[in-house]
Each structure stands twice: as C-alpha cells, then as structure tokens.
C-alpha cells in the first residue's frame, strides 16, 4: 500500500505538530505491513535529521523549488501523487492539497484542533481567515477525519458540521525517549548542570496566555517556598508576569530554563514533584501524557480534553482560580500516599495511548480506506 504524506512539518517544524508528523512517519516505518511510505515536503530541514530508510522523500523541482514550494504543496501535489501511484494521501497537519478526489486518491486529514474557532481573541484576524479556508477544505474534501480527541471531534461536528460518522478519534504518543530510566548519577548531572532544585513544580509550554501561565505563576503567592520550574519560549506576556511577580516577591522562585534537548527534559519531568497544567484550551495536551508517562502527578484544567487525558485520578482546578491550583498542589505536597496513588494510576491509564495501540488503529483505517 502507497501511502504519501503532506510531509512539511516533519522536516520544517520542532514542535506539537511536527513531532506528531514524525511520530507517524516513524511508526509506520517498523509496522509489519507492507507500507510504501513518501513524503512530500516544500523543502528538507534539520527537524527530521534521520527519516526512516524506506521512506521516499519528495521535493518540488523546476519552477515550483524556492519561493514558490508552498504553492506546489497546495496545487500540485495531487498530480505528483497520482504520477507516484499513491493509495492514500494524509495530511499530517490539517491540510490538504486539491484535488486528489479528481485524481482518483484516498485521502485522510489529521485535525488537530480549532482553538481558532474557539478562541478568536489568540489570534490574528488574517490568521483566522487563512486557518479556516484551510481547515475547512480539508475537513470536507477528506475521506476520513482524524481527530487527535475527543474535544476536537465535537469541534468540528459544531464549527464545520462535519458528519459524526466522517470522524474517528486516534490519539497520539509521547516520544519514545519518554521512556528513558535515568540512573541517579544521570539525574543528579542533569541537576548540576541545569542548577534544579531538589524539588520543584513544573510546567512545560510557550509562556502565553492560552497556555495560562499567568495562573502559575500567581499560585506561589499561596504556596510558601517550593520553586517554580518553567520550560518554554518566553513572551511579553510572560515578562510583565515576572515583573508581576517581582512586585509580590516571588519572583526568585521562578526558574525559567532553556532545556538542551528532549533527554534532558524527559528528566526534568521524572525529577518534578508536580507537574501543572491550566491551560485555557487544547486539542489534546501531549505535556499531560508526557507527566502521566514519567510517573509525575498531574493537576490540569478541568474541562475540554483536559480530564480526556489527564484520567480519572489527575486532580482538576478552575484554570483561572490561582488559589484552587495552590491548594490542588499543597494537596499532592503534603501527602504522599495521594501523590504515589495519583501516579501509579496516571502511568496505567497513559498505557492508552501507546504507540502499539495507536500503530493498530491507523493500520485499520487505512486498510478500510484502500477498499
């Protein structure tokens, strides 16, 4: 079976999208089935050092190289494909190029979320307008729509009036490198190097209002002493919170570091003592799966996909009551055997979302797909 693959953000993008771009790539790269894998991308990069040996890469040639890639990413691939004889055609990050119907190729789109829709006010007007006209296309030209939740399955049914039946929900997987077992020596250098203290909260993401890292932040006005541990790109809005913060003198609790790679980070979150989450909104939340997966307890927003996939024993707090999170965290700080429940219950839930059980699912979908 020939599968290709809108493949930009695996090469292009080192973030939520592409590494769930790469993350499929690369499970269906050792699936047993026989998959002809090709990847079509505007241009290579250093996002995706390592493809999978066989995988094909595809690029734009002639007229099409350079400034024009993104045009030929929309417009031609279906022609590229079809000379390809491809099966199925999925586009990895809500898109998908025009007119593969005509040319007689399956196709499935992965949304991955509609924050957009949901949110206007996080986004740029033009922003919208492009996002929609994107989303939209793909949603309705698809075969199949892949939503990465549950959420954002009824997101669409209610900003797209996609049909229930046209949707299947297909979680994702953290890294595999989040199944590392640090020895302690490794643990202890990486304290030393990134100077962490012996115990800490942590929230990993872009520091942005979406994100809600202001309620972070205000949470250690009602918690005495324990530090803050923050991993993300910085943003204005983060910087008026420190100074926020300097005003209420918490400030020297808060560590915001640049982790050197996703090694160093899975060890960040197996060494945290609680990790939070009071996001306002997301398609999924892969940093709760991540916490679930390095034994580390969760305390998240409590509605949208959070509780989805936070499970049933992650602890839930109004994501704009900086007092119900420092409760929610001094809660899981004071006792242990909460803490301990609340992870061995979180790591068998996550089981979930293994990539052997996902492999399954989208081995399944394309076979129905190919008939």
């Not at 592409?18 to 790539?25: E, L």
Request: proline share 6%; glycine share 6%; net charge negative.
């Amino acid at each position: 079976m020939k599968i290709g693959f809108d493949a930009k953000r695996c090469f292009r993008n080192t973030t939520g999208l592409g590494n769930y771009s790469r993350h499929i790539v690369d499970m269906l790269a050792t699936a047993p089935e026989e998959f002809d894998l090709h990847l079509y991308t505007p241009k290579t990069g250093s996002a995706y050092p390592s493809p999978p040996k066989n995988a094909h890469i595809h690029t734009p040639s002639g007229i099409w190289k350079g400034p024009l890639g993104s045009v030929w990413r929309t417009t031609q691939l279906a022609s590229e494909a079809a000379s390809d004889h491809i099966d199925i055609f999925h586009g990895l990050s809500n898109e998908l190029p025009i007119g593969l119907h005509k040319k007689g190729i399956a196709s499935v789109v992965t949304i991955h979320d509609l924050i957009f829709e949901r949110y206007p006010s996080f986004y740029k007007t033009a922003d919208r307008k492009i996002y929609r006209k994107k989303f939209y296309h793909a949603a309705h030209s698809a075969d199949i729509v892949v939503a990465i939740s549950e959420q954002t399955k009824f997101d669409l049914m209610e900003f797209y009036k996609v049909p229930e039946s046209k949707i299947e929900v297909i979680y994702q997987d953290c890294n595999p490198v989040f199944d590392t077992n640090f020895s302690e020596e490794e643990l202890s250098k990486i304290t030393r190097d990134y100077n962490l203290p012996s115990e800490f909260i942590l929230q990993v993401g872009t520091l942005e209002q979406r994100k809600n890292v202001g309620t972070t932040v205000r949470m250690l006005a009602h918690i005495p002493e324990i530090p803050l541990v923050l991993v993300g790109r910085s943003t204005p809005y983060f910087e008026a919170l420190m100074k926020e913060a300097e005003l209420g003198g918490y400030s020297d609790r808060i560590h915001h570091i640049r982790v050197d790679g996703m090694r160093d980070l899975v060890a960040f979150y197996q060494m945290a003592t609680v990790f939070v989450y009071p996001s306002i909104f997301e398609g999924f939340g892969i940093p709760i799966i991540e916490a679930l997966r390095s034994k580390t307890p969760v305390v998240t927003t409590n509605s949208g996909v959070f509780p989805e996939a936070g499970g049933p024993d992650s602890l839930y707090i109004n994501p704009e009551d900086e007092e119900e999170l420092a409760n929610s965290v001094q809660l899981l700080l004071n006792d242990s055997d909460l803490r301990q429940s609340a992870v061995d219950a979180g790591y068998t839930f996550a089981e979930k979302f293994r990539t052997s059980q996902l492999l399954s699912e989208w081995t399944t979908l394309y076979k129905r797909l190919k008939k």
